[in-house]
C-alpha cells in the first residue's frame, strides 16, 4: 500500500541537541497526526495537524502542516534519553478516516 | 483520549492455526481499525471494524484470513486464520473520535508463527 516518506531513516544525536525530522508525499493530506513508539509498545499520539501551515507544540515537540499539504516535519529540542524510539507520521486525505503511515524515524540520543 | 486493551499481548502459535485477538476500548467509538506491523516495518492498515455489518478490507487483506468482528461499538476482535510464519506482526487495534480525527493505539499483539 500506499507509504509516506519520513527522513532521516535514523539518526544518532548527542544529548541536550536540537531534532528534525520530515514526511513527504505526492498526494494531498487534509490531516497530519505524529507518534513516537517505543519497544513493544503501541504507538503514542505527540501532535496533531489540521490546516496547511498550522504549527503545533507539545512540551519540547513542535510539528509543523507543510504549506504544500504534502509534507509535515517535526522538531524535538534539547534531545534527552527517553526520547529514544521510532517517531512515525501519519495523513489522512479529505472524506476519509483512514489514515496511511509514514515510514518511521530511529532516533536513538547518545548521552 | 480513550483506553484500549488488546488481549493477548503476545502469543506464539503453530502454523495452520488460528488466533483471535480482542480489543476493548473503555468508551463508545465510532471509528475502529486494525492495522498489522511487520518486524521493523511502518504500521499497515488492514480493515475497518464496522459496528453491525462487515469490516471494509484494505487491498492485499481478505475476509477468510482475517475475519473481523465488531458486535458493539466499544469491542472488536480481528482473528488471523490459518497461520504461517509470515503472519508473524504486531497487530494493533486502533480507534478514531470523529469529532478531532485523532488516532488512538492499544498496545498491540505480538504474534510469532512457528
Known amino acids: 500500500g500506499q507509504q509516506l516518506n519520513q527522513s532521516p531513516q535514523s539518526m544518532f544525536i548527542q544529548e541536550g541537541e536540537d531534532v528534525s525530522m520530515n514526511c513527504t508525499s505526492s498526494?494531498?493530506?487534509?490531516?497530519w497526526l505524529w507518534y513516537k513508539q517505543d519497544p513493544g509498545e503501541g504507538p503514542v499520539l505527540l501532535i496533531a495537524?489540521?490546516?496547511?501551515?498550522e504549527l503545533t507544540s507539545n512540551g519540547r515537540l513542535t510539528a509543523q502542516f507543510g504549506i504544500t499539504r504534502k509534507d509535515s516535519f517535526l522538531n524535538i529540542s534539547a534531545s534527552i534519553p527517553s526520547d529514544v524510539g521510532i517517531y512515525f507520521c501519519?495523513?489522512?486525505?479529505?472524506?476519509?478516516?483512514?489514515?496511511?503511515f509514514g515510514t518511521g524515524t530511529r532516533l536513538k540520543v547518545l548521552a | 483520549s480513550a483506553v484500549i486493551s488488546q488481549k493477548p499481548s503476545r502469543d506464539i502459535c503453530q502454523r495452520g492455526t488460528s488466533l483471535t485477538i480482542q480489543c476493548q476500548v473503555d468508551?463508545?467509538?465510532?471509528?475502529m481499525f486494525w492495522y498489522r506491523q511487520q518486524p521493523g516495518q511502518s504500521l499497515t492498515l488492514i480493515a475497518t471494524?464496522?459496528?453491525?455489518?462487515?469490516?471494509?478490507?484494505e487491498s492485499g487483506f481478505v475476509i477468510d484470513k482475517f475475519p473481523i468482528s465488531r458486535p458493539n461499538l466499544t469491542f472488536s476482535t480481528l482473528t488471523v486464520s490459518n497461520m504461517s510464519p509470515e503472519d508473524s506482526s504486531i497487530y494493533l487495534c486502533?480507534?478514531?473520535?470523529?469529532?478531532?480525527?485523532?488516532?488512538?493505539f492499544g498496545q498491540g499483539t505480538r504474534l510469532t508463527v512457528v
Open positions: 486502533s480507534v478514531e473520535a470523529l469529532s478531532n480525527l485523532m488516532a488512538f
Open positions: 498526494s494531498i493530506f487534509n490531516t
Open positions: 495537524l489540521y490546516k496547511a501551515g
Open positions: 501519519a495523513g489522512a486525505t479529505s472524506g476519509t478516516y483512514k489514515y496511511i
Open positions: 468508551s463508545q467509538v465510532t471509528m
Open positions: 471494524a464496522n459496528q453491525g455489518s462487515e469490516a471494509t478490507y
